[in-house]
């Protein structure tokens, strides 16, 4: 049921069914012995007279012999054929058609070759060919990697609605925790999901990962190692207690180790995700090996954490022959509706296939051309950040002024300064010091 739907699966039975009943019909007409006339013969015991030899005696009328209708029913030979023949004309009917259907949104994802992760790396962008997608048709529109972002972006809610109308469910659902052993494929869901959110929401996204060596899409702010966990659970703890409503995703990795390491704040982060994260707009992806106390922080329970909204995303892991483990396609979710969902996660929904369709994000530009952020224009925070990033180190807001940026004409010191912040709402650098002592770092 994959390659195809159901209406054309029902066509193309139909259409097969009825040319095998035809060709049954030719067979039965080939096979079965057809009524001969025969002349009657005269009755036992009648006298025919040579001609010429006077009046011939009438013969005894002759009676017809009873009419014996043809025997139509089928035998065990007409039902294989008649089986042999639908089956036949059904797949050649698919097969033809098939190639004469036009592409389709769908088929843009069959297109986009598939580029597995490299090793110990969640994103591998230096693999990718970001122009050389071919070009697709979808509701009249050509669909290319350079295309109008616009039209890419609804190719990909149309693929999603088609495909994955689970994932378009996770969203703006929150807190989600993605559990799976090594190399199940659980980071590489997070950051696509993380990446679809930019795409489509214009959210901003931060990491927070004890890792040094993990990669990921320059759009996404990192924080690596346990001090820079420490200062991201510092960070959400301050933005949920000055009501920070600007939408951002979160990706928290290890959870389990958050607890060990005796990481402040650790023991209510899982409790302040569920009951304060979804009304501050603070979209939440916890990562971690699995369910434990440690994961949820203490909290007594996994069914009491689901009652209050917790979504679990299910990774696994399929062996190959000599052991190598590789991410198991199936997944499993449970926390968006009352029976847990299980689907396929199709190629296409990767970190590399994302990033090949929307090269903007290689480059760590806004997702969206009109992305901008509630406080000020887009003009401003492009300004700033490319201000920032030339510089090659942590800029201060007398920095900018100097920089005499047109943009930026007349803004204050303590402006520039909420801008560096609302660029960091966004996942787009970090701040350091508080106050008048504030500086900007962009994403390396």
């Not at 259907?101 to 580029?115: F, G, Q, S």
């Not at 700033?384 to 803004?411: C, E, F, H, M, W």
């Amino acid at each position: 049921m994959k390659d195809f739907n159901v209406p054309l699966l029902i066509r193309d039975a139909a259409i097969g069914f009825g040319i095998g009943v035809l060709i049954m019909l030719a067979w039965e007409n080939i096979t079965q012995p057809r009524p001969v006339a025969v002349p009657p013969l005269p009755p036992p015991g009648a006298i025919l007279q040579p001609s010429g030899q006077g009046p011939q005696q009438p013969a005894a009328p002759i009676q017809p012999p009873a009419y014996q209708p043809m025997n139509t029913g089928f035998n065990p030979g007409d039902y294989l054929v008649w089986a042999i023949a639908s089956v036949a004309a059904y797949l050649g009917i698919r097969h033809d058609l098939k190639k004469l259907e036009p592409a389709t949104a769908a088929n843009v994802a069959a297109l986009l070759p598939p580029v597995p992760p490299s090793s110990g790396s969640v994103v591998s962008a230096s693999n990718t060919q970001p122009n050389q997608l071919t070009k697709q048709k979808a509701k009249g529109s050509t669909l290319t990697a350079i295309a109008p972002w616009e039209e890419r972006k609804a190719a990909l809610w149309q693929l999603l609605e088609e495909e994955l109308p689970a994932v378009l469910q996770l969203l703006e659902a929150t807190p989600i925790l993605a559990v799976g052993p090594q190399r199940s494929g659980k980071t590489s869901f997070a950051v696509a999901l993380a990446l679809t959110r930019q795409v489509l929401l214009g959210y901003g996204a931060e990491v927070a990962t004890p890792h040094q060596h993990d990669t990921f899409p320059p759009s996404f702010g990192v924080w690596r190692e346990l001090e820079g966990v420490q200062d991201r659970i510092h960070a959400y703890f301050d933005r949920i207690g000055q009501g920070d409503r600007s939408p951002i995703s979160l990706l928290f990795d290890e959870l389990t180790s958050y607890a060990a390491a005796e990481l402040e704040g650790a023991d209510r982060l899982m409790l302040s995700f569920l009951s304060e994260s979804q009304k501050h707009e603070k979209f939440v992806i916890g990562l971690s090996h699995g369910i434990t106390n440690a994961t949820l922080g203490g909290a007594n329970g996994t069914a009491q954490m689901r009652q209050q909204g917790l979504i679990i995303v299910e990774r696994s892991c399929q062996m190959s022959k000599t052991g190598r483990r590789s991410p198991n396609p199936l997944i499993r979710i449970t926390g968006l509706s009352e029976a847990p969902l299980e689907f396929v996660l199709p190629d296409w929904f990767h970190a590399d296939h994302l990033l090949e369709f929307f090269p903007e994000l290689q480059e760590g530009r806004s997702p969206s051309p009109d992305a901008s952020s509630p406080e000020f224009p887009r003009e401003v925070l492009e300004a700033v950040y490319t201000a920032a990033k030339k510089r090659n180190r942590p800029v201060s807001a007398r920095d900018i002024q100097q920089a005499r940026l047109p943009d930026l004409d007349g803004y204050s010191a303590d402006q520039i300064r909420a801008v560096f912040l609302s660029l960091e709402r966004m996942g787009r650098g970090k701040t350091d010091g508080l106050g008048s002592g504030i500086t900007y770092a962009p994403n390396p």
